[in-house]
Each structure stands twice: as structure tokens, then as C-alpha cells.
């Protein structure tokens, strides 16, 4: 497969505000021949516009672009059987559908993120979950501040078993959650898949050559973080993300091209850099 000319690493934020600075959204951006770029954002909306800007440039310019985002893309086997969903077309679509017609985001940061973890779960018919964590404001018979004391689903997906200290996709609020950044994240994606014709890995075919724009998901602590002399942790970790990308492009291709099992295609997704599993 031939190299991508252009890396994004992303740490999404599902902040209710603008912010700026620790828990926000950071961009590392490297191309071959050009000088990195290290961007903090204070709104999901305003990200997405500069994620668009980047993949139409790309689309213009005929190159490989590869995006990569700390967010689940997919949930445990068996999320869209419970959610009592159709199966006329792959179930990670009716996920990044679902949360893109339920999801409200505004300019300001101000969305109903936990309104729709409650609404999905009673969809589901379990009480204490899947998803859970919450302020006590925002808890109520279909979300629960505190982890369920059983599973109806899987925990966590096959990719995020052997790495110790991924969080689960479910998990909503408290330290190392990611799950709120999905519910978050996910709409913004499909907004700029309809629109721009992007590739999803590992769910789309990408193509061996020739220009193409690629989403993925990463984990921003897969890998031990340098100093890279940013204002936090989260801007040494996009720009290690990134840095790493470009320095072992054979390394990412390597990934993108492995055989992974068939419910990660359909429906769970997988970690850009977590090995395969057997």
C-alpha cells in the first residue's frame, strides 16, 4: 500500500463550554516536506471545519490523508442486536447514524450527550447500563453515575482487551472515560463521510494507490509519550502520534493491511497499532 502524504492525530474533547488548554481538543498535523502544525481548538464545530478544510485540499490536491481520532468508532459485538435495529446495511453505520440523528451540538459546546446514553440504554431495556457515569444531575432511571454491577454486553471491545489501560466505550464521565467523546465524536465524522466521501478503517476497503482520505482510531497512550515541549499532556501526545506515523509509515501500513476477525469489520472497529489478535 502506498504511503499517505499527510498524518492528523486528534484528541477530541466533549467538553459542554469552549476550552482551551488540558481536556481539550488538540491537532498534530505532519506532512512530508512541510512544517508541523500543532493546533488547539476550543470547539467541536470549529474542528470540524478545519477537518474539512484538510480533506477538501487533499480531495484537490490528489493525495493520502490519514486522520486519526481518540474515540471508539465501534462497540462491543451485539450493541446494534440490543438496540433492536435492522440489518440492511453494516451495524457500525446504524451506530454513526443513530448517534448522528439522537446527538445536538451546538457552537458553544452545549449538547445532550447524557440524555442520549439514557435514551439508548432504555432502548435497550437495561436499567444500569451500558452506558454509565454521569454527573448526579444528569442520572436517572436509565443512566447510572456508577458502573453496572453486570454486563449485558461486553465490557469492552477485542481491541481494547490487551491493552490494560484502555477505557470501555460505555464508560461516560470520570478520569481516562472516552465514551462521551464517542457519542461526541462519532456525529462529527459522519457529517464529513456523507459530505466528503471519506474512508472509515477498518470497515471501508482502502484503495493500494492514488488519492484517498482515511479515518481511524487511535489510543494516545498505546505508546510512551516524549517530551515535545507542549503547554500539557495532550499536546505531546498528538504530536507523538503524529511523529511516530511519519517516522514508520511501513509500521501503519502494516496494520491497515492485517487480517483482523469479522465483527471488527462490522460492527466493534479497531485501534490503529493494536496487533492483531489470534
Known amino acids: 500500500m502506498q504511503e499517505f502524504d499527510t498524518l492528523i492525530a486528534v484528541d477530541w474533547s466533549a467538553a459542554s463550554v469552549p476550552v482551551k488548554g488540558d481536556n481539550s481538543i488538540w491537532i498534530s498535523r505532519r506532512a512530508k516536506g512541510q512544517q508541523h502544525v500543532l493546533l488547539n481548538v476550543p470547539t467541536r464545530l470549529e474542528a470540524e471545519a478545519y477537518l474539512a478544510q484538510q ?13 486519526g481520532f481518540d474515540f471508539p468508532f465501534g462497540y462491543p459485538d451485539g450493541f446494534v442486536a440490543a438496540l433492536g435495529q435492522g440489518v440492511s ?3 457500525w453505520r446504524t451506530i454513526w447514524e443513530t448517534f448522528t440523528a439522537l446527538i445536538e451540538d451546538d457552537a458553544r459546546n452545549r449538547n445532550n450527550r447524557f440524555a442520549v446514553a439514557a435514551a439508548l440504554n432504555q432502548r435497550m ?69 456523507a459530505a466528503h466521501g471519506v474512508h ?16 481511524t482510531e487511535l489510543y494516545l497512550s498505546l505508546w510512551p509519550v516524549g517530551q515535545y515541549g507542549g503547554p500539557c499532556k495532550d499536546a505531546d501526545q ?10 514508520d509509515q511501513s509500521a501503519v501500513l502494516r496494520w491497515m493491511t492485517a487480517r483482523y476477525p469479522d465483527v471488527v469489520y462490522a460492527e466493534e472497529g479497531w485501534v490503529l497499532g493494536v496487533e492483531p489478535t489470534t
Open 55 to 67: 480533506i477538501t485540499e487533499s480531495q484537490v490536491r490528489g493525495t493520502r490523508l490519514l486522520m
Open 89 to 91: 446495511q453494516p451495524h
Open 200 to 215: 472509515v478503517w477498518p470497515f471501508d476497503p482502502l484503495p493500494a494507490s492514488g488519492a484517498v482520505q482515511v479515518f
Open 125 to 193: 431495556g437495561f436499567a444500569e447500563g451500558p452506558f454509565w457515569g454521569c454527573p448526579a444531575k444528569q442520572a436517572g432511571p436509565f443512566l447510572s453515575p456508577f458502573r453496572p454491577k453486570q454486563h449485558f454486553l461486553a465490557e469492552k471491545r477485542l481491541c481494547e482487551v490487551p491493552v490494560p489501560k484502555s477505557q470501555p466505550g460505555w464508560k461516560l464521565a470520570y478520569v481516562g472515560s472516552v465514551g462521551s467523546q464517542g457519542l461526541m465524536g462519532i456525529p462529527v465524522l459522519e457529517r464529513l463521510r
Open 238 to 247: 498528538v504530536q507523538a502520534m503524529t511523529d511516530r506515523w511519519i517516522s
